[in-house]
């Protein structure tokens, strides 16, 4: 018979498996070696029962969150985890996001288990991992020219690294010695997570804390319950488009020219059977495309999870049960939905947000209240490689770049800051200068691209920066041509803009990749948020 838990006690463990998720990234955080896990912060760890059901996130990045799971069930179909080992995988299209984001997965014995009572996963974004272009974010038309693809593996078999895969995978890479830095602090933040779970079981015994993570899951799907029964029956729909898809011209350094690339939501709230539920649809988006532009289904679902969640008051655990009234249907072939080989870097950091947007833009029809007006909806994504002469070595850097937030009924839009599916921090001027051949020539407000209403939207971002040796430059960016939409009849947000700076200034594409010499700076300017109310 389930043990019925009370809603101290319920709370109680609530904090302690959120604890753990956290104390995993700050054991991460503190260990990595690139400045994009130390300053940045781009990474994830969560705790998850023995049936993969996620039992707690971090406060860390909802791109990442919200797919974990598949992650997890992917390394559990293929692989059987023994005590010491330790998984890794990054294929989107078994769970993963794009080639950049690993995984690792740790199983949790307690006692003399012969199967795992739990699991603990960390995933951080590495700033290199091999491909046609250096930061592995490059304009590409298939995943095979975007970096080294890892299926469910162990990594770590029974406490001992496996050498020869990770010499595989460091012989694939431009910086091995910090990609080998950042595995091995992901594998720290696992062994973090066993660690507390273990004393957690030793504390209250490992049939209680089992036992509160059914009712944590239990509790969160009837929250979302709670939340749904309030919500009119109906369908509502919307859509909005990518600039473009992101494909490369052979010979150029930009996009070929695109139209934009549609996607599409129906969003119907009904009652079966006396439970709240909710269908989102993307039926009528457009198929995948040539460029990396395309978005796995883990990426929608990860999407999916984050808007309904912040409907939600901030104090409802963040577990799988969230997601059991809600049904997603992302048509298979569609850029929410691509098959394998397509490209998809893009897809992960910026249709994520795209999908964000034209789910908000659907809710607003029915709970206008609670919704703002779109945010920048892009991350800016700029990678920047070559050869450090300081030292003579690779290096790879990997940034996104802040832009407004979306006003709403209550307030004007934050300026500056990361928005919806990324939760990073900038890389603080000081560090970046230190770990690159780089000068930061330029970082502040972008003043007045918010868009004007009653509440204004937030103010975008101008980064400029100038390489101090020959590099390649590539920008992975949205909102170039078709801007962050207003809401209540307030203006959209300013579109976003970029240039090459040097004996002349030539403005470049929103997706471009191109040489810069020594001297030469690029200048990001990001979009801001939408207006709310005229």
């Not at 649809?281 to 883990?298: K, L």
């Not at 072939?333 to 992960?348: D, E, L, T």
């Not at 101008?462 to 939409?485: K, M, N």
Request: charged share 25%; with cysteine; aromatic share 6%.
């Amino acid at each position: 018979m389930a043990r019925k838990f009370d809603p101290i006690e319920l709370e109680i463990f609530k904090s302690i498996f959120h604890s753990i998720a956290e104390e995993m990234g700050a054991s991460l955080r503190r260990t990595a070696f690139s400045p994009n896990i130390k300053e940045r912060r781009d990474y994830s760890c969560a705790v998850f029962d023995a049936a993969a059901n996620a039992l707690a996130m971090g406060d860390h990045m909802p791109v990442h969150l919200g797919s974990m799971p598949m992650s997890v069930a992917a390394v559990l179909q293929d692989l059987v985890l023994e005590s010491g080992d330790v998984a890794m995988v990054n294929d989107p299209f078994r769970g993963g996001t794009h080639l950049p984001d690993i995984t690792f997965v740790a199983p949790v014995f307690i006692g003399k288990s012969k199967k795992p009572d739990f699991f603990v996963a960390s995933r951080a974004h590495h700033a290199d991992v091999g491909g046609t272009f250096a930061g592995s974010m490059g304009l590409c038309s298939e995943i095979y020219q975007e970096g080294f693809r890892i299926p469910p593996v162990k990594f770590v078999r029974r406490g001992k690294t496996d050498r020869d895969l990770l010499a595989l995978l460091l012989a694939n890479v431009r910086t091995p010695k910090e990609r080998e830095g950042d595995l091995r602090a992901q594998i720290a933040a696992c062994h973090t997570g066993e660690t507390r779970l273990r004393e957690v079981c030793v504390r209250y015994g490992v049939a209680r804390v089992q036992q509160a993570g059914t009712a944590l899951l239990d509790y969160s799907e009837a929250m979302m319950q709670s939340l749904l029964a309030h919500i009119p029956e109906g369908s509502y729909e919307a859509e909005d488009f990518l600039d473009d898809d992101g494909a490369p011209v052979a010979g150029t350094v930009e996009t070929r020219p695109s139209k934009p690339v549609r996607i599409a939501v129906r969003v119907t709230f009904a009652r079966e059977k006396k439970r709240s539920a909710v269908t989102v649809d993307f039926t009528g988006t457009d198929p995948q495309v040539r460029g990396s532009t395309n978005a796995v289904e883990a990426i929608t679902y990860s999407a999916c999870f984050y808007v309904f969640r912040c409907l939600l008051t901030e104090d409802v655990p963040a577990t799988s049960g969230l997601m059991r009234p809600v049904r997603l249907i992302a048509p298979d072939g569609s850029v929410v939905n691509a098959r394998a080989p397509a490209a998809v870097a893009g897809g992960n950091v910026e249709t994520s947000q795209r999908i964000v947007d034209v789910l908000l833009r659907a809710l607003a029809k029915v709970v206008p209240e609670r919704i703002p007006a779109a945010s920048s909806g892009t991350m800016n994504n700029l990678t920047i490689g070559g050869i450090d002469p300081r030292t003579g070595e690779p290096f790879a850097y990997y940034e996104t770049i802040a832009g407004g937030s979306g006003a709403n009924a209550q307030r004007v839009g934050a300026s500056g800051v990361h928005t919806h599916m990324t939760n990073s921090l900038n890389t603080p001027a000081e560090a970046l200068e230190y770990a690159y051949p780089f000068r930061v020539t330029r970082y502040g407000l972008r003043r007045g691209s918010g868009g004007a209403g009653k509440h204004r939207g937030g103010d975008g971002i101008v980064r400029e920066i100038e390489v101090l040796t020959d590099a390649q430059v590539t920008l992975l960016s949205e909102r170039r041509t078709i801007p962050p939409y207003g809401a209540k009849g307030g203006s959209p947000g300013s579109l976003g803009r970029a240039a090459i700076v040097g004996s002349e200034e030539r403005t470049i594409s929103g997706k471009a990749t191109t040489k810069l010499k020594k001297s030469e700076r690029i200048r990001v300017e990001t979009p801001g948020g939408g207006g709310w109310g005229r």
